[in-house]
């Protein structure tokens, strides 16, 4: 069961569009991880935000943080094929009992074409 | 600066065997961590190691088992195994330091696919 729902689960563009990928859950979390995923890959970082609304910027992706710290997202502006792939949102618990036990969403799998 | 490195890369086993998953972490890591990815779904955390000591644990059951040696490599064992083990097996490591609230984050290894037959 994925504590951390992702969406859409699958989202396909063509080159110079925008995105957006939602990550929501009903925790708090202590900070949230971004990875992008290629096929047979583990994934690799993106980003990683801690603090309520913040926002990090980078080069075309956009992350924010919610207020609350229960939710995230992630904005690409003018997408290339390069960005294809499985993009998974993490989060860290806050409670000491958990901690350093990722939850993961499912992902959302993104596709540019050319 | 060598990454997370883990091997094998592929693994093929039938059901009722046992295998062995191993894992470096990034040089300067302390903490390593193992992650079931099934096909289509996102990492499901199985435990942590810190100082030679399982630490935490997910819903996993004792078939799978682990341990941490004095240079913080890993291994991951699965006993008994059954088809619904098949997956992607990741390990993920940690920085020293990392209990401080927003120091959490976790850097993968290229995985282990281990496919049961």
């Known amino acids: 069961t994925q504590l951390l729902e992702q969406s859409p689960q699958f989202l396909s563009i063509q080159e110079g569009e925008n995105l957006t990928v939602y990550c929501n859950s009903s925790?708090?979390?202590?900070?949230l991880q971004w990875y992008r995923q290629e096929p047979g890959e583990g994934p690799v970082l993106l980003v990683t935000?801690?603090?309520?609304?913040e926002v990090k910027k980078l080069k075309r992706l956009t992350f924010q943080f919610g207020d609350a710290r229960k939710d995230s997202s992630l904005h690409i502006t003018a997408a290339q094929p390069g960005d294809t792939g499985l993009y998974l949102c993490a989060g860290a618990p806050l409670t000491t009992d958990s901690w350093g036990k990722l939850q993961f969403g499912a992902g959302t799998q993104v596709v540019v074409t050319p | 600066d060598a990454g997370v490195t883990q091997s094998p890369t592929h693994l093929i086993k039938t059901r009722g065997q046992q295998v062995t998953l191993r894992c470096s972490p990034k040089?300067?890591?302390?903490?390593v961590s193992w992650y079931q990815q099934a096909l289509g779904q996102g990492p499901q955390f199985i435990f942590q190691y810190y100082e030679e000591e399982e630490r935490q644990r997910g819903n996993f059951p004792d078939r799978f088992s682990g341990h941490q040696f004095p240079n913080y490599s890993s291994e991951l064992n699965v006993n008994a195994l059954l088809l619904g083990d098949s997956a992607l097996y990741l390990c993920?490591?940690?920085?020293?330091?990392?209990?401080?609230?927003?120091?959490?984050?976790?850097?993968f290894g290229p995985g282990t696919r281990l496919l049961v037959l």
């Open positions: 993920a490591s940690s920085p020293l330091g990392m209990r401080d609230r927003g120091k959490e984050t976790q850097y």
């Open positions: 040089s300067g890591h302390d903490t």
């Open positions: 935000v801690v603090t309520g609304g």
């Open positions: 925790s708090v979390f202590s900070s």
